[in-house]
Structure formats: structure tokens, C-alpha cells
């Protein structure tokens, strides 16, 4: 559901969307508020959901996760008991970092990650296609990364 945000809200997501380790302090001098009324509407978007979580940002190849794929699944059939068990079964993966139900030719999109084509070549033939609900895989090997941002464009009222 969609939360109304006003111009000083959108401001504050905007800058903690580019520097979420900011002080209160730094934070509401750029907002122009006193530090009070900023903490207390960054909590308020925190208790609301707007503001999931924070984290730090890794960078893959630095920690040794060379091989990032999507992969396209199709399940043997399209209802509520296989999608369960396709879903509990990739929440148990920690290479797949990414999972969505999707509509078109496929059921679900995979984003993974792995040390190599070797362990992407394990993850593949000894997990995901041994999930029994699944049909087909089509594996889309990451080449090079153009553009990937976390950073969300906030609409304008």
C-alpha cells in the first residue's frame, strides 16, 4: 500500500537512500529541521515500512562471487501447492539471492551468485533442478554489469 509522503519525507528517503550511515545531526541540517522532529519522521517511516532496512552493499567479486546468473523456471504445474514447495525449497539456497513470481514465458526469475561456473554447474544440477516441482531452466549467464542501483526514484506528489 502507498503511503503519502510529503516534499521534507522524500528529502530525508533521498538522502538516507545515498548515505544511510548519515548522522541525525548531518541528516537534519540538509532537511532543514531541527534533529527532533528528523529523527522522529525517519523512525515513522521506519515503523511504516516505507524504510525496510539497512545494510551494507557488498561488492560480489571482492568477496569471491565471480559467477551472477538469472535463471528463468517454469514448474511442472502452475498451482498453489507447487509454487509452496518451490518457494520453501529456494529459500533454503543461499546462492539465490533474488527470487520473484513472474508473469510470460516463465513462472519465477532466480538471481544467483556463485564462487564459479564450477559451483554455478553444482548449484544448478544438484539443487535447483533436483526440486521436484520443477519443469525447465533457462540459465542467462551476467556478462558485465552496465547499471544496478538500489536507489528508488521517489514519485512527486
Not at 73 to 78: D, P, Q, R
Not at 115 to 143: C, F, H, K, R
Given at each position: 500500500?502507498?503511503?503519502?509522503l510529503d516534499a521534507t519525507d522524500r528529502?530525508?528517503?533521498?538522502?538516507?537512500?545515498?548515505?544511510?550511515?548519515?548522522?541525525?545531526?548531518?541528516?537534519?541540517?540538509?532537511?532543514?529541521?531541527?534533529?527532533?522532529?528528523?529523527?522522529?519522521?525517519?523512525?515513522?517511516?521506519?515503523?511504516?515500512?516505507?524504510?525496510?532496512?539497512?545494510?551494507?552493499?557488498?561488492?560480489?567479486?571482492?568477496?569471491?562471487?565471480?559467477?551472477?546468473?538469472?535463471?528463468?523456471?517454469?514448474?511442472?504445474?502452475?498451482?498453489?501447492?507447487?509454487?509452496?514447495?518451490?518457494?520453501?525449497?529456494?529459500?533454503?539456497?543461499?546462492?539465490?539471492?533474488?527470487?520473484?513470481?513472474?508473469?510470460?514465458?516463465?513462472?519465477?526469475?532466480?538471481?544467483?551468485?556463485?564462487?564459479?561456473?564450477?559451483?554455478?554447474?553444482?548449484?544448478i544440477l544438484e539443487q535447483i533442478s533436483?526440486?521436484?516441482?520443477?519443469?525447465?531452466?533457462?540459465?542467462?549467464?551476467?556478462?558485465?554489469?552496465?547499471?544496478?542501483?538500489?536507489?528508488?526514484?521517489?514519485?512527486?506528489?
Amino acid at each position: 500500500m502507498s503511503q503519502k509522503l510529503d516534499a521534507t519525507d522524500r528529502k530525508i528517503l533521498r538522502i538516507l537512500q545515498s548515505n544511510a550511515k548519515i548522522t541525525n545531526a548531518q541528516l537534519s541540517q540538509e532537511v532543514g529541521l531541527s534533529p527532533a522532529p528528523t529523527l522522529e519522521r525517519v523512525k515513522k517511516l521506519e515503523k511504516t515500512g516505507v524504510i525496510k532496512s539497512y545494510h551494507a552493499a557488498l561488492d560480489e567479486h571482492c568477496i569471491g562471487l565471480e559467477v551472477s546468473t538469472y535463471l528463468l523456471i517454469t514448474l511442472k504445474g502452475h498451482n498453489k501447492s507447487n509454487m509452496l514447495q518451490f518457494t520453501e525449497a529456494i529459500d533454503q539456497i543461499d546462492e539465490v539471492i533474488e527470487c520473484y513470481h513472474i508473469t510470460g514465458r516463465g513462472d519465477f526469475l532466480l538471481k544467483t551468485v556463485s564462487t564459479g561456473i564450477s559451483a554455478y554447474q553444482s548449484l544448478i544440477l544438484e539443487q535447483i533442478s533436483e526440486i521436484p516441482v520443477v519443469d525447465n531452466l533457462e540459465s542467462m549467464v551476467i556478462l558485465s554489469t552496465l547499471k544496478k542501483s538500489s536507489y528508488l526514484p521517489l514519485p512527486q506528489d
